[in-house]
């Protein structure tokens, strides 16, 4: 299964609010009891692309302030969920109501992750049998 997981960068930090990461770290995760997890690329996130992005995004702290009307923000939204379609889940820490609708719309599940772990793979690994 492939799981996604929203980094700020080659590092593997996680990035807490998944609407506003700048990549996605991609894995396949395999095996029985004794899970494999493999990094197999880390994905551009084309919603962020070119724009700059703060501490205030990495920490979890932002706040979508658009209304359920704004077609383009939501639009952006899908955008990154096709460049994760391929992915069976998002694994998240934090994420606006417009990510999961748009990951739910493309066939991602999310996966919530309340650990304190900051590595994308060590985190995973905690997750990884709930999957």
């Known amino acids: 299964m492939k799981i996604a997981v929203p980094v700020i960068d ?4 996680i990035a807490k609010n998944a609407g506003h990461t700048p990549f996605f770290a991609v894995f396949t995760v395999g095996g ?3 899970k494999t997890i493999v990094l197999e690329e880390l994905r551009v996130n084309p919603k962020m692309a070119g724009h700059e992005i703060s501490e ?5 702290k932002h706040v979508c302030d ?11 939204h899908d955008i990154m969920a096709e460049a994760i379609q391929d992915c069976d889940y998002l694994m998240i820490k934090s994420a606006c109501k417009n990510t999961a609708n748009s ?3 493309f066939g991602v599940k999310i996966k919530k992750y309340n650990g304190d ?4 793979k060590e985190a995973l690994g905690e997750v990884s049998a709930e999957l």
């Open 10 to 13: 080659e590092t593997l930090k």
């Open 32 to 34: 029985g009891m004794f």
């Open 56 to 60: 205030e995004e990495h920490s979890g």
């Open 66 to 76: 658009h209304d359920a009307n704004d077609i383009e923000h939501i639009k952006s």
């Open 103 to 105: 990951m739910k719309e």
């Open 117 to 120: 772990k900051a590595n994308a």
